[in-house]
């Protein structure tokens, strides 16, 4: 992939664009005024449109399933093990097993929109297999 290209998928990462998520054009090239120049952005549009990783639509460029998937090479299971390691963080640091909800998904908010996106089932796996506890307003690390 060509280096424009990389940095142009950045600024759908830097938006926490989701699938099917549009940039539009003057965002695009308010964002790439900031590079100066000596990069081809039509060359860069063209061949992420070519790899399907984008689509042009409209007034901008909608991210596609792949490049979706490019921006967020995760798991469900990185979801469950970040939810572990930030509750077993918790309680080391507080003492406390249990953790207001808000307190965790305003955590994995500020990582990339995969991990709120896909919350909800990684807290069901996590509860089947007996790691955690949780309600409406809080969530419990349990030990094993």
């Keep these: 992939m060509l280096k424009v290209s990389e940095m142009i998928m950045e600024i759908f990462r830097e938006s926490r664009m989701g699938r099917k ?4 054009r003057q965002r ?13 952005i039509r060359e860069g549009l063209g061949e992420l449109i070519s ?12 991210l596609e399933e792949i ?18 390691m930030f509750l077993e963080g918790f309680a080391n640091r507080c003492g406390a097993q249990t953790v207001p909800r808000s ?9 990339d929109r995969y991990f709120m996106e896909n ?3 990684a807290m069901e796996n996590l509860k ?4 955690v506890k949780f309600d409406r307003t809080s969530v419990t690390l349990v030990q094993l």
């Design 21 to 24: 998520g549009v940039l539009f």
């Design 28 to 40: 695009l090239r308010v964002e790439t005024e900031k590079w100066g120049k000596g990069f081809n």
């Design 51 to 62: 790899l399907g990783y984008i689509s042009e639509q409209g007034q901008g460029y909608v």
């Design 67 to 84: 490049g979706y998937d490019y921006l967020y090479p995760y798991t469900i299971d990185h979801v469950e093990k970040e939810i572990l």
């Design 103 to 111: 307190v965790l998904e305003e955590h994995l908010r500020s990582l």
């Design 119 to 121: 919350y909800a089932e």
């Design 128 to 131: 089947e297999r007996a790691r």
